[in-house]
């Protein structure tokens, strides 16, 4: 699975999203300002495990945005459970916030997973992390069922959508 894909922001700059390994060093520098986000908020890194395997297509995909050539955020999801998928590292750095960059970075997530065949996506987030749990309520998202290494979390928010199916697979009602 390729993709490449511009969104215009609120700013009227432009963001570029595309594909990389989990393990590429750009991935990995994002993925730490991610971790280090976490460390402020909650006082240690993620404990959830990953595997970069888990982000190669046609299984999974991590996503970085770039703004006017800089690296501006990331996102990513992989297989979970069966038939969906979950949301991982989604990140904006802090120059580059309130464009609707992650609002750019969820849609092209949630697009990109759909044609590859998932129907529904998961993610968990945390209580110390307010805008994104507000963006994820606008954009369809409700509360799930926990899992993984947070499942019992009192701090840990797990949320849930379907996904739509894309326009090439839906039947026509004409006959």
């Given at each position: ?11 009227g ?7 990389l390994?989990?393990d590429h060093?750009l991935?990995q520098?994002?993925?730490?300002e991610?971790?280090q ?5 909650y ?5 959830a495990p ?16 770039e703004v ?11 297989v ?11 990140y904006v750095a ?17 697009a ?6 998932h129907?529904s ?12 749990v ?5 954009l ?17 928010v ?10 090439e697979?839906?039947q026509?009602?004409?006959?």
């Amino acid at each position: 699975m390729s993709t490449s894909a511009e969104q215009v922001l609120r700013d009227g700059s432009v963001a570029r999203l595309r594909p990389l390994p989990y393990d590429h060093p750009l991935a990995q520098r994002l993925v730490e300002e991610v971790q280090q986000e976490y460390v402020a908020r909650y006082g240690g890194r993620d404990a959830a495990p990953v595997d970069p395997a888990d982000f190669l297509p046609p299984e999974g995909l991590f996503l970085v945005a770039e703004v006017d050539g800089e690296p501006a955020g990331c996102g990513a999801w992989r297989v979970y459970p069966p038939g969906g998928v979950e949301i991982k590292r989604v990140y904006v750095a802090p120059a580059f916030r309130r464009r609707g960059l992650a609002q750019a970075v969820m849609a092209e997530l949630e697009a990109t997973a759909a044609r590859a065949g998932h129907r529904s996506v998961v993610l968990n987030t945390g209580q110390r992390q307010p805008e994104a749990v507000r963006l994820y309520g606008e954009l369809g998202y409700v509360p799930v069922r926990g899992y993984g290494v947070y499942a019992c979390s009192p701090e840990a928010v797990f949320l849930g959508k379907d996904l739509p199916v894309p326009a090439e697979e839906e039947q026509s009602w004409v006959s």
